[in-house]
T-cell receptor, first 114, second 110 residues
């Protein structure tokens, strides 16, 4: 079955440093989503990428979808303490605009030291 | 307020005692899904539903049942819980690509 690997598992940074987490899928994806989960909270949707080579930005966050649609990355510029949490990618093979079966990566736990 | 609710939020039970975790959404979403979250494993999909009376298995369906008789509700049923089903469970709903997650149910099976 489809597998989505995410690295690193943990990342400790000083406030102001950059952060990147990577996802790799064993199969070609139709879309990939990114979520953030604060400690003790529930996952919150950040973004969806659909097109090959797509790059989207949300303020200090940059999301990329690989040309082969098998990998993706999330980059945070100049981290802040509010960025603390676990970041998950989730891939789907479903077409259209709904998910169907969705496979999550293991997540990257980000700690930001002030 | 648009939301996904789960009940109970916390549950401690014993092996073999049937239980149901309810999930309800007030956004008229067609898609609903259940996940379990375990340390180091991320979120794993248990079952999902594309609409009323349409359900399908996710990656870890063994030991679980679901039903979707109404659009707003998607209960998760554990007929005979076992200790390896101790986990944090999340329900989610979506109308397109943005999934809304419930607050989670922490289940302990002794």
């Amino acid at each position: 079955g489809q597998q989505v690997m995410q690295i690193p598992q943990y990342q400790h940074v000083q406030e102001g440093e950059d952060f990147t987490t990577y996802c790799n899928s064993s199969t070609t994806l139709s879309n990939i989503q990114w979520y953030k989960q604060r400690p003790g909270g529930h996952p919150v949707f950040l973004i969806q990428l659909v097109k090959s080579g797509e790059v989207k930005k949300q303020k200090r966050l940059t999301f990329q979808f690989g040309e082969a649609k098998k990998n993706s990355s999330l980059h945070i510029t100049a981290t802040q303490t509010t960025d603390v949490g676990t970041y998950f990618c989730a891939g789907s093979n479903a077409g259209g605009t709904s998910y169907g079966k969705l496979t999550f990566g293991q997540g990257t736990i980000l700690t930001v030291h002030p | 307020e648009a939301q996904v609710t789960q009940n109970p939020r916390y549950l401690i039970t014993v092996t073999g005692k049937k239980l149901t975790v309810t999930c309800s959404q007030n956004m008229n979403h067609e898609y609903m899904s259940w996940y379990r979250q375990d340390p180091g494993l991320g979120l794993r999909q248990i079952y999902y539903s594309m609409n009323v009376e349409v359900t399908d298995k996710g990656d870890v369906p063994e030991g679980y049942k679901v039903s979707r008789k109404e659009k707003r509700n998607f209960p998760l049923i554990l007929e005979s819980p076992s200790p390896n089903q101790t986990s944090l469970y999340f329900c989610a709903s979506s109308s397109s690509w943005e999934q809304y997650f419930g607050p989670g149910t922490r289940l302990t099976v002794t």
